[in-house]
């Protein structure tokens, strides 16, 4: 599948509120994976959107709605620390700090897989998860 297919596609949560779309993707090439989606969120006619770095892992796609899944409350991205369109996080100290924010361990430290921060919590359980 093509990412360009992908991008576009809307983000909801688990309580089907509108969170936003995917407007593009981050490739980390030495590690051969998407590093994160960028979700922009809010605005009007693509005024004033903020944007987000999404933990990869964070996002289970819905294929035949061209929707994926975001399963964090309204409020959580909007209390998320966003970025502007002409500075995206690149550094491993921002993308750490955006993987903990979500409740992921960064996928580039040693023996990570994708785990929960806490064992037996799940990153939903962390934010408050939608019901």
């Known amino acids: 599948m093509s990412a ?7 983000v909801v949560n688990r309580a089907g509120e509108d969170l936003g779309q995917i407007e593009d993707f981050m490739i980390d090439l030495e590690n ?8 922009s969120f809010g605005g009007f006619l693509g005024m004033g959107d903020k ?13 035949y709605e061209h929707a994926f899944i975001l399963d964090v409350n309204k409020e959580v991205l ?18 750490s700090r955006v993987y903990t924010y979500y409740g992921y361990q960064p996928y580039w430290q040693k023996g990570v897989f994708e ?8 990153s939903a359980e962390r934010l408050g998860s939608v019901q």
Request: positive net charge; proline residues 7%; aromatic residues 10%.
């Open 51 to 63: 944007r987000f770095a999404i933990p990869w892992q964070a996002l289970k796609l819905r294929l």
């Open 32 to 39: 051969g994976r998407i590093a994160y989606a960028v979700l």
């Open 4 to 10: 360009s297919t992908l991008k576009g596609d809307k």
């Open 78 to 95: 909007e209390k998320a620390e966003g970025f502007d369109k002409d500075k995206w996080p690149l550094t491993c100290e921002e993308l």
């Open 115 to 122: 785990q929960p921060i806490i064992p037996g919590e799940t």
